[in-house]
T-cell receptor
Framework: GENVEQHPSTLSVQEGDSAVIKCTYS??????FPWYKQELGKGPQLIID?????GEKKDQRIAVTLNKTAKHFSLHITETQPEDSAVYFC?????????????FGTGTRLQVTL | NAGVTQTPKFQVLKTGQSMTLQCAQD?????MYWYRQDPGMGLRLIYY???????DKGEVPNGYNVSRLNKREFSLRLESAAPSQTSVYFC???????????FGDGTRLSIL
């Protein structure tokens, strides 16, 4: 089955700096890569996703890049703000035609300090 | 618009007791999922239902059963709870195929 590794496990940045979280996956059949943000006591919320036919996607301060050859994808947050502090999860899913079977990374706790 | 609703939010059980976790979605999604989240291990898929009337095992199905009651509701049952099942349980729903999953806020379950 799929295996997703995520680094770093914790990340502390100053407000205004950029943050980068990296993930690798093992199954070449995976073609959907979402990123989720989880705040304390809440369920994960999708912040951005990318499919295997795209190399990069941006949404305001958030961007995701995908390298299919190397089987890795990264989340970039620019101009970080205190409200970006949360746990971030990457995930990967192969094409199933019916339901997505997500395999999650182990999470990155991002702390944005003033 | 409630999205995905999970009940209860918290529960404490004794070893050997049984319990059903409830999940309902109001987004008319075909697919529904149950995950568990343990410290340092991310979310792991227990069971999923691609459509009403179908269920399939995920990565960690042992000790659990599920029922897709109708398109809106997907329940998770622990027949004989064990301390190893202490976890936070999340339900999610999504349209067909590789589409974003929408999560509830979880059920925090402790088994003594």
């Amino acid at each position: 089955g799929e295996n997703v590794e995520q680094h770093p496990s914790t990340l502390s940045v100053q407000e205004g700096d950029s943050a980068v979280i990296k993930c690798t996956y093992s199954d070449s059949a995976s073609n959907y890569f979402p990123w989720y943000k989880q705040e304390l006591g809440k369920g994960p919320q999708l912040i951005i996703d990318i499919r295997s036919n795209v190399g990069e996607k941006k949404d305001q301060r958030i961007a995701v890049t995908l390298n299919k050859t190397a089987k890795h994808f990264s989340l970039h947050i620019t101009e970080t703000q205190p409200e970006d502090s949360a746990v971030y999860f990457c995930a990967a899913s192969p094409y199933t035609g019916t339901a997505s079977k997500l395999t999650f990374g182990t999470g990155t706790r991002l702390q944005v300090t003033l | 618009n409630a999205g995905v609703t999970q009940t209860p939010k918290f529960q404490v059980l004794k070893t050997g007791q049984s319990m059903t976790l409830q999940c309902a979605q109001d987004m008319n999604h075909n697919s529904m999922y149950w995950y568990r989240q343990d410290p340092g291990m991310g979310l792991r898929l227990i069971y999923y239902s691609a459509s009403e009337g179908t269920t399939d095992k995920g990565e960690v199905p042992n000790g659990y059963n599920v029922s897709r009651l109708n398109k809106r509701e997907f329940s998770l049952r622990l027949e004989s709870a064990a301390p190893s099942q202490t976890s936070v349980y999340f339900c999610a729903s999504a349209p067909p195929g590789n589409q974003p999953q929408h999560f509830g806020d979880g059920t925090r379950l402790s088994i003594l």
